[in-house]
T-cell receptor, first 113, second 114 residues
Framework: GENVEQHPSTLSVQEGDSAVIKCTYS??????FPWYKQELGKRPQLIID?????GEKKDQRIAVTLNKTAKHFSLHITETQPEDSAVYFC????????????FGTGTRLTIIP | NAGVTQTPKFQVLKTGQSMTLQCAQD?????MSWYRQDPGMGLRLIHY???????DQGEVPNGYNVSRSTTEDFPLRLLSAAPSQTSVYFC?????????????FGEGSRLTVL
């Protein structure tokens, strides 16, 4: 099945600085790459996703980049704010079918005021 | 819309007991799934359904059963609870990757097996 590796597991950045989280995947047929944010004690929620026909997608302070050749994708958060503190998960479809997502192990992002 | 509703939110079981986690969605989503979340291990897929009457196994199916008799409901059954099943369980639904792909999660069910 799909293997998704996510780094780093923890990340602390000063408020206003940028944060980058990286994920690699194993199945070259994967074509959909979402990122979920989970605040403490809450459910995961989709924040951004990208499909394999584009290399980058932005939504205000959040962007995702995809390198299909290297099989990795990254989440970029600029001008970080305290409310960005959360656990972030990347995911990719398994080779059993695109509806089954394999999640990374998560990155705990802490924004230091 | 209520979205995805899970019950119960908290449950304590003894080893060997059985129970059912309920999940219902009111968005007419075809796809429903169950994940478990353990510290440092992310979200792992337990079982999955592409529509009423159709289910499939995920990464960690052992010890769990599911059924999908209606589009709305997707209960998860623990047959004989073990301490290794202590976890937070999330139900999710979506219209599928071929559409928006977004998973809508329930609030989670925290299960402790003693």
């Amino acid at each position: 099945g799909e293997n998704v590796e996510q780094h780093p597991s923890t990340l602390s950045v000063q408020e206003g600085d940028s944060a980058v989280i990286k994920c690699t995947y194993s199945d070259s047929a994967s074509n959909y790459f979402p990122w979920y944010k989970q605040e403490l004690g809450k459910r995961p929620q989709l924040i951004i996703d990208i499909r394999s026909n584009v290399g980058e997608k932005k939504d205000q302070r959040i962007a995702v980049t995809l390198n299909k050749t290297a099989k990795h994708f990254s989440l970029h958060i600029t001008e970080t704010q305290p409310e960005d503190s959360a656990v972030y998960f990347c995911a990719a479809p398994t080779n059993f079918g695109n509806e089954k997502l394999t999640f990374g192990t998560g990155t705990r992002l802490t924004i230091i005021p | 819309n209520a979205g995805v509703t899970q019950t119960p939110k908290f449950q304590v079981l003894k080893t060997g007991q059985s129970m059912t986690l309920q999940c219902a969605q009111d968005m007419n989503h075809e796809y429903m799934s169950w994940y478990r979340q353990d510290p440092g291990m992310g979200l792992r897929l337990i079982h999955y359904s592409v529509g009423a009457g159709i289910t499939d196994q995920g990464e960690v199916p052992n010890g769990y059963n599911v059924s999908r008799s209606t589009t709305e409901d997707f209960p998860l059954r623990l047959l004989s609870a073990a301490p290794s099943q202590t976890s937070v369980y999330f139900c999710a639904s979506s219209t599928g990757v071929r559409n928006t792909g977004e998973l809508f999660f329930g609030e989670g069910s925290r299960l402790t097996v003693l």
